[in-house]
């Protein structure tokens, strides 16, 4: 799981990706974007990309620097991200979980949270990661 974090929500959101995973017995290795070493994608049965998204929509340079380092395109990526309604609406919700999506081509929706996870929305984190095992599963 590879995820990019400045104030936290986005950390947040792995923490419980990473802890429903544990729960259905899935081993995790974190990967803090810009931080740690490379990773070998095709180690992986599925990689979790973690990103915020901001000025105006856009995705954070690490996250572009991690994409570009991958060097291809897993079709086993699945994106979550956290936003803020308040900067652009809709529009640019998230937008960030979409480009992201959209690029690898992901078979799974990205799970946007709003802020912190912390809350109400800590069991759509959970369920989105039932979700995707359940797909993951069906395809292996
Ligand atoms: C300068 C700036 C621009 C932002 N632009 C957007 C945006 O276009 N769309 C969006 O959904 N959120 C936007 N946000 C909100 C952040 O994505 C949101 O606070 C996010 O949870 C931060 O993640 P982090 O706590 O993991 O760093 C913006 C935040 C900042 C500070």
């Not at 259905?24 to 290795?29: A, I, K, P, Q, T």
């Not at 070998?40 to 979790?48: K, L, N």
């Not at 078979?107 to 979700?131: H, Y």
């Amino acid at each position: 799981m590879a995820y990019l974090s400045y104030s936290g929500n986005t950390k947040e959101v792995a923490e419980i990706v990473e802890s429903k995973l544990k729960e259905e017995n899935v081993l995790v290795d974190n990967h803090r974007i810009g931080i740690d070493p490379p990773i070998d994608p095709e180690y992986y049965d599925i990689i979790f990309i973690g990103t915020f998204t901001w000025e105006l929509g856009a995705t954070p340079d690490e996250v572009k620097d991690f994409v570009l380092e991958i060097g291809y395109k897993p079709d086993n990526i699945a994106v979550f991200g956290t936003g803020d309604t308040q900067f652009g609406g809709d529009d640019l919700y998230c937008k960030a979980v979409d480009k992201l999506g959209k690029f690898y081509r992901s078979r799974w929706n990205g799970l946007k949270i709003e802020q912190s996870p912390r809350g109400s929305q800590e069991r759509k984190v959970e369920s989105w990661v039932e979700g995707v095992l359940q797909h993951a599963k069906s395809f292996a």
